[in-house]
């Protein structure tokens, strides 16, 4: 089946380590976008990419970092500079075009402090 | 700039009865519209979209919404709620007139809460 798979489920990042978290989509998608979702906050835009070796910042990009390598691939660096990383992470897909289609998402990882 | 409002945190239905959903929008230009629902620890899926077209669109499992261009709003609507139907909703906007693929804007999300 084709889809987006994020890994780990679960990650505990240790104060002053760099961590970074994988998706991986198999539906052929251009656009890629990572997403933080915090409890009565919605989610929030951090980075997307339309095409490969390019990425744009989204709202909330301090302190994280990404790289699209290859199509199937966005993975998200959540850096040291992030104070406050604990949140659950989602990565979605779509076909790149003037914002009309909508966009699927993998089941997330969920970040913690140590 | 664009936003979006669901002004409940939380909406409770009875099995078998109508439910809404409500959400506004505010754009610069025109709006293209979702609904997503989310359960728990897991990623989003989405329901429906207006584009153009019908204001009333219909989506999966049964739900609906309105568009409203004079309101600015899109509610997300089912006639008979089934418990199954609980979960956490999410409205969402994309200003189609700033072109490009940047990422949709999500409302804070409304939790469905269908009692049996």
């Known amino acids: ?31 890629m976008y990572w997403y933080r979702q915090d ?10 990419s339309q095409i490969v070796n390019d990425f744009q910042k989204g709202d909330i990009a301090e302190g ?20 406050n990383p604990t949140a659950f992470y989602l990565c979605a897909s779509s076909i790149p075009g003037y914002g009309n289609q909508p966009q699927h998402f993998g089941d997330g990882t969920r970040l913690s402090i140590l | 700039a664009q936003s979006v409002a669901q002004p409940e945190d939380q909406v409770n239905v009875a099995e078998g009865n109508p439910l809404t959903v409500k959400c506004t929008y505010s754009v610069s230009g025109n709006p293209y519209l979702f ?15 207006y584009i153009t077209g019908d204001n009333l669109v219909k989506g999966s499992y049964g739900f609906e919404a309105e568009f409203n ?36 804007t999500f409302g804070k999300g409304t939790h469905l809460i269908i009692q049996p």
């Open chain 1, 39 to 48: 409890p009565g906050q919605g989610l929030r835009l951090i980075y997307y």
């Open chain 2, 35 to 49: 609904w997503y629902v989310q359960y728990p620890n897991r990623g989003l899926q989405f329901l429906l979209k």
């Open chain 1, 1 to 31: 089946d084709g889809g987006i798979t994020q890994s780990p489920k679960y990650l505990f990042r240790k104060e002053g380590q760099n961590v970074t978290l994988s998706c991986e989509q198999n539906l052929n998608h251009d656009a």
């Open chain 1, 64 to 83: 994280y970092s990404v790289s699209r390598e290859k199509k199937e691939s966005f993975p998200l660096t959540v850096t040291s500079a992030q104070k």
């Open chain 2, 69 to 104: 261009k004079s309101q600015t709003s899109f509610h997300l609507k089912k006639p008979s709620a089934l418990v199954s139907d609980s979960a956490l909703y999410f409205c969402a906007v994309r200003d189609y007139s700033g072109g490009g693929a940047d990422g949709l």
